[in-house]
């Protein structure tokens, strides 16, 4: 079975650019979850959705992030325009069962965003 | 607001030591504790789960305990092997929402 998968693992842009990541979870996973690690910080969360809906976005630092998850299979994240500060590690996480929180979370490999 | 705190930051054991990581949390009112494993490079690995009810968890050499009402969780590891080496989170998911609450980890090393 194939694991939760993030692309590009690696992302290298200038300060004002415009950068889309993607998520592909686990098949039949109805959560979709997307954290960051900022260097030197802990890891925090941005967003959650359930199926192709947001049910919480209090996470997402400003309207600069835009997370999608048209049909409810993949998600992306855009970052548009980027700045220093949204530089870290942008991680995906996905589970199956959105009504129990209890449930085995499974987390890619994540894309290492660095804007110069 | 949710605070999660890991001790220590990072150790360093010889193979075949016992160990015990340390976190902590300041808001009692969670719905479960998860520890994590992540290797350089690589995505984070649940190892154990403690529902709020429950005590502890064990897997192999692993047992995580919880002390909801202190606000303390600890995962010990018994019998160290350099396999181990990685680092450990920390992560509360308060009532219902599902959203986890990291600490910043222990960054294990075990050397042969």
């Known amino acids: 079975e194939a694991g939760v998968t993030q692309f590009p693992s690696h992302s290298v842009i200038e300060k004002g650019q415009t950068v889309t990541l993607r998520c592909d979870p686990i098949?039949?996973?109805?959560?979709l979850y997307w954290y960051r690690r900022v260097m030197g910080k802990e890891i925090k969360f941005l967003l959650h959705?359930?199926?192709?809906?947001?049910?919480?976005e209090s996470g997402m630092p400003n309207n600069r992030f835009l997370a999608e998850r048209t049909g409810g299979t993949y998600s992306t994240l855009k970052v548009q325009p980027a700045e220093l500060e949204d530089s870290g590690v942008y991680f995906c996480?996905?589970?199956?069962?959105?009504?129990?929180?209890?449930?085995?979370?499974?987390f890619g490999s994540g894309t290492q965003l660095s804007v110069l | 607001k949710q605070e999660v705190t890991q001790i220590p930051a990072a150790l360093s054991v010889p193979e075949g030591e016992n160990l015990v990581l340390n976190c902590s949390f300041t808001?009692?009112?969670?719905?479960?504790l998860q520890w994590f494993r992540q290797d350089p490079g690589k995505g984070l690995t649940s190892l154990l789960l403690?529902?709020?009810?429950?005590r502890e968890q064990t897997s192999g050499r692993l047992n995580a305990s919880l002390d909801k009402s202190s606000g303390r969780s600890t995962l010990y590891i018994a019998a160290s092997q350099p396999g181990d080496s990685a680092t450990y989170l920390c992560?509360?998911?308060?009532?219902?929402?599902?959203?986890?609450?990291f600490g910043r980890g222990t960054q294990l090393t075990v050397w042969p």
């Open positions: 996480a996905s589970s199956q069962d959105p009504r129990d929180y209890n449930e085995k979370l499974f």
């Open positions: 098949s039949g996973h109805d959560n």
């Open positions: 959705f359930v199926k192709e809906s947001k049910q919480d």
């Open positions: 808001d009692s009112a969670i719905y479960n």
């Open positions: 403690i529902q709020s009810s429950q």
């Open positions: 992560a509360v998911t308060r009532s219902t929402l599902g959203r986890l609450y």
